[in-house]
DNA sequence: GTCGATGTTAGCAC
DNA sequence: TGTGCTAACATCGA
């Protein structure tokens, strides 16, 4: 479930595993992952050796001795193993780093939606891509800026990564609900009282993230994730879900934005059109 | 067999 | 030209 924490976890086992060993080759058992030629690709990995990385938003970017970096993208369920036993392939393995050291180093992706490719550089990459500034280093005025002038509902805006990069369709919902906004919101209305919560939101609900490497089930109580489906932690007896606001314990409600699945508290996010009923 | 899914983007309408 | 919505991508698993 790739996003930003993800991504960032990926980052640091990339790093623990597989940096300063010279590539033998690549092995693609899927090329629809490929955006850089594999003949083209082969040539730049071939004794070449991984020598540290980069994050922008869900990207990681695999710096060579050689120059120029691997960019990995991990789609919706892309994930990276490092082994070195053949029966410790994992499964859904689409392709393979070898090391000359007989050491591997697997993406696993299994609805191939990732992408493996070469950039010049880290800024190269950054402006073909258009992506923003990193969502964990945004600041509260550059958010200010990029959301003030769109007028779609928040929760899309802020899963552009042109925006900001690296926010996913839970990170938005648990942002939202920790920031008290209604994701229907116009992303252009908020107040500035509003745009700090929501800026100091994201930071806390990413940190958060990070710091228990993306495992979902160790997420504080006080997060709305345990709502979600695939929550993999255990429900309360037999029912198939709803889970209650941690805050007011109002019921959850799910609902779509943007054409994505949507958690939210109805009393803690008011709607802004029921509000303007109200009026 | 059916449905929905964490990301991204092409195609289309305005 | 920009913005925003929808569907589609390929596959798995509930």
Same mark, same amino acid.
């Given at each position: 479930?790739?996003?930003?924490?993800?991504?960032? =976890?990926?980052?640091?086992?990339?790093?623990?595993?597989?940096?300063?060993?010279?590539?033998?080759?690549?092995?693609?058992?899927?090329?629809?992952?490929?955006?850089?030629?594999?003949?083209?690709?082969? =040539?730049?990995?071939?004794?070449?050796?991984?020598?540290?990385?980069? #994050?922008?938003?869900?990207?990681?970017?695999?710096?060579?001795?050689?120059?120029?970096?691997?960019?990995?993208?991990?789609?919706?369920?892309?994930?990276?193993?490092?082994?070195?036993?053949?029966?410790?392939?994992?499964?859904? =393995?689409?392709?393979?780093?070898?090391?000359?050291?007989?050491?591997?180093?697997?993406?696993?992706?299994?609805?191939?939606?990732?992408?493996?490719?070469?950039?010049?550089?880290?800024?190269?990459?950054?402006?073909?891509?258009?992506?923003?500034?990193?969502?964990?280093?945004?600041?509260?005025?550059?958010?200010?800026?990029?959301?003030?002038?769109?007028?779609?509902?928040?929760?899309?805006?802020?899963?552009?990564?042109?925006?900001?990069?690296?926010?996913?369709?839970?990170?938005?919902?648990?942002?939202?609900?920790?920031?008290?906004?209604?994701?229907?919101?116009?992303?252009?209305?908020? =107040?500035?009282?509003?745009?700090?919560?929501?800026?100091?939101?994201? #930071?806390?609900?990413?940190?958060?993230?990070?710091?228990?490497?993306?495992?979902? #089930?160790?997420?504080?109580?006080?997060?709305?994730?345990?709502?979600?489906?695939?929550?993999?932690?255990?429900?309360?007896?037999?029912?198939?879900?709803?889970?209650?606001?941690? #805050?007011?314990?109002?019921?959850?409600?799910?609902?779509?934005?943007?054409?994505?699945?949507?958690?939210?508290?109805?009393?803690?996010?008011?709607?802004?059109?029921?509000?303007?009923?109200?009026?």
């Amino acid at each position: 479930m790739p996003e930003l924490p993800e991504v960032e =976890t990926y980052r640091l086992y990339l790093e623990g595993t597989s940096l300063h060993q010279p590539v033998e080759s690549l092995e693609v058992e899927r090329k629809k992952l490929l955006t850089t030629d594999l003949d083209a690709l082969q =040539t730049i990995l071939k004794g070449n050796e991984f020598t540290g990385t980069s #994050r922008i938003g869900k990207h990681l970017l695999v710096h060579l001795k050689r120059g120029g970096v691997l960019v990995l993208h991990f789609g919706m369920t892309g994930d990276l193993g490092y082994y070195r036993e053949e029966e410790d392939r994992p499964r859904f =393995t689409r392709a393979v780093f070898h090391f000359r050291n007989g050491y591997k180093l697997a993406f696993i992706d299994s609805r191939i939606f990732g992408q493996i490719g070469w950039a010049e550089s880290v800024e190269a990459y950054r402006q073909q891509r258009k992506l923003g500034p990193d969502a964990l280093d945004i600041t509260k005025a550059e958010l200010g800026a990029a959301i003030g002038k769109r007028k779609a509902p928040l929760k899309p805006v802020l899963l552009d990564q042109s925006v900001t990069a690296g926010i996913g369709n839970w990170i938005v919902d648990e942002v939202l609900f920790q920031a008290r906004l209604h994701p229907e919101r116009p992303a252009s209305s908020l =107040t500035e009282t509003e745009l700090a919560a929501l800026h100091k939101a994201l #930071r806390h609900v990413l940190k958060t993230a990070i710091s228990k490497e993306a495992v979902y #089930r160790h997420f504080p109580k006080s997060f709305l994730i345990h709502a979600r489906e695939w929550d993999n932690s255990p429900h309360p007896e037999g029912s198939s879900h709803h889970l209650n606001c941690p #805050r007011c314990q109002t019921e959850i409600l799910k609902m779509v934005v943007g054409g994505r699945a949507t958690y939210v508290c109805p009393l803690c996010q008011p709607n802004p059109n029921s509000a303007r009923l109200e009026s």
